[in-house]
């Protein structure tokens, strides 16, 4: 069945899905196997042969993901962080350049450092606003340009295709983390992007409950060097997780308006406030890339940071929130708020996270779709606790 031509919503309950074959059963099944059974030497079923190369609840799962990206294919991993690191392997060689956000997930920051830096891959971090900054660190070897989107945790955004028109130019890829956006907001692919990359541990699990990751694009070439690291390095995720993103997915369309909403009350709430020095929401018109959000994506996502000034006050905020829960990671229906000085971005060099705004009192908010009034009183009262 083609859901090509199908809704969104449509597409995010049914793409890459049809009832079990033999039974009826309306949900994918979890494939919990590792091996195929073949009928003689040398001709697995349908191509079945072990399960780090194709499992059936892997492939619905990238079909659905495929779908809503606008992408002809998918590819899901173990992680967000074992995505990337199979688009660098299917893409990158020893003595290529590769052009990265400055301001990207504090996870890519330490493996370009610490892992990339020792097989001979150079990497420069580049401000993505600045389309004049990306085209000057452009050098011949440059394959790929990455770009993060909005972008953790200052809440950055990039124009997509003007850096797809630059990478272009340069004869380079772009790839883009959409993890914050969801394709519910924002369609990278649409927009010139080569790749798109997403953690889906968060917005498209959406319930905190697994850890994984997925690429997706148009290019068969790319597919097949993204379907060629599955199988050759072996970063998949296991069916069980595989399912979970699959029943998340399925309420895409419900949960992101009900993130934005409750964003952007928490955002209106915090601008302005006497005990908060500033807030990044796209949404707000104080925003500095404001109009550029309005035309790059469809709702300003869930995703609020503000400075409360000293780590001091941010980390008693952080402790006397009440529906809003400490921890690391985002996305989920649940409200969660960090401290991205010394969790998520701890590994950023202190004065890189002084150049890029991870100020000591940045506070990072993960809005859930709680009922808004609840979320309001809460914040309010920690504000008066500091
Ligand atoms: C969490 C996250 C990642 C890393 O994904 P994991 O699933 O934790 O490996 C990458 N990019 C962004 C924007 C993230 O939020």
Known sequence: ??????????????????????????????????????????SPREGYDYARVKNPTREALQGNLASLENAKHGAAFSAGLAALEALFKAVLSEGDHMICGADVYGGLDRMLRYVWSKFGVEFDFVDTTDLEAIRGAVRDETRLIHVETPSNPTITITDIAA??????EAGALLSVDNTFATPFLQRPLDLGADVVMHSTTKFLNGHSDMIGGAL?????????????????????????????????????????????????????????????????????????QHELAKTQMDGFGS???????????????????????????????????????????????????????ITPGLVRLSVGVEDAEDLVEDLSKALTEL
């Open 216 to 288: 997706l694009t148009n290019s068969d070439e790319l597919a097949e060097g993204f379907h060629f690291q599955q199988k050759t390095t072996g970063g998949v995720p296991g069916p069980f997780d595989c399912w979970l993103v699959l029943r998340g997915t399925k309420t895409l369309h419900l949960r992101m308006p009900a993130h934005c909403a409750n964003a952007a009350r928490v955002a209106a709430l915090l601008d302005g406030h006497a005990e908060v020095e500033s807030v990044r929401y796209p949404g707000l018109a104080s925003h500095p």
């Open 163 to 168: 850096c797809a028109a630059v990478a272009h």
């Open 1 to 42: 069945m083609s859901h090509s031509s199908q809704r969104f919503g449509t597409r995010a309950i049914h793409a890459g899905q049809q009832p079990d074959p033999t039974t009826g059963a309306i949900m994918t099944p979890i494939f919990q196997t590792s091996t195929y059974v073949q009928d003689a030497v040398g």
């Open 303 to 357: 995703m609020v940071s503000f400075d409360l000034g000293t780590q001091e006050r941010a980390n008693r905020f952080a402790a006397v929130t009440e529906v809003f829960q400490l921890a690391e990671s985002l996305g989920g229906v649940e409200s969660l708020v960090s401290i991205p000085t010394s969790m998520t971005h701890a590994s950023v060099p202190e004065d890189k996270k002084m150049e890029l705004g």
